[in-house]
């Protein structure tokens, strides 16, 4: 099971978020709560939890696991599992980063998948870590037959989904992840996924599909 966190403040304020840590809006908070409902009325229960070091992650974990009754239940805490790094754009709002580099380059270095923005991550760079992690720590419980939560960021959901799905780098990244939306994938034996399934509440409350940030 992944899931992206809820809505953070820099979510709202359109703001470059990567490794900064803002908190959850109000919003964000309703979406945590809207996927635990979705999750319990569903039956589905976990075994071990993974998320970020970045407390938008962790709050999203701490209200589903509170939700879902599973307060105890191992939870794994990994910078592996963070945002992409933005690097000079962290902390800016995306208008006023096209004003100072422009609105192409912007583009490219949000939307290429090898092409990193000044002092920070590509896609490419992010997946450099977050999969060596998956198959050293969350392909195992995995493999034990465990249900596996992770609860992490627009990119470094991108990167594992890229993989699980065999999905190009540009592929992936016209691909859009809402907030609070929890992606359900059944694996083989191999690894690959047998079938997925995407829990949408019936009254989005999602950031809006521009979202990598």
Known sequence: ????????????????????????????LIEAMVAARMLRSSGIRFDVAYTSKLKRAQRTLDIILSELGEKNMPIHFEEALNERHYGDLCGLNKDEAKERWGEEQVRI?????????????????????????????????????????????????????????????????????ATGAPIVYSLGSDGVPLERTDLLPSRSVNAPPEDMV
């Open 109 to 177: 270095w949000r939307r290429s998948y090898d092409i990193p923005p000044p002092g920070g991550e590509s896609l490419r760079d992010t997946e450099d870590r977050v999969m060596p992690y998956y198959r050293s720590h969350i392909w195992p419980d995995l493999e034990a037959g465990k249900s596996v939560l992770v609860v992490a960021h627009g990119n470094s959901l991108r990167a594992l989904i890229m993989n699980l799905e065999n999905l190009t780098g540009e592929e992936i990244l016209s691909r859009e992840l």
């Open 1 to 28: 099971m992944l899931i992206r966190h809820g809505e953070s403040e820099w979510n709202r304020r359109n703001l470059f978020t990567g490794w900064c840590n803002p908190d959850l809006t109000e919003k964000g």
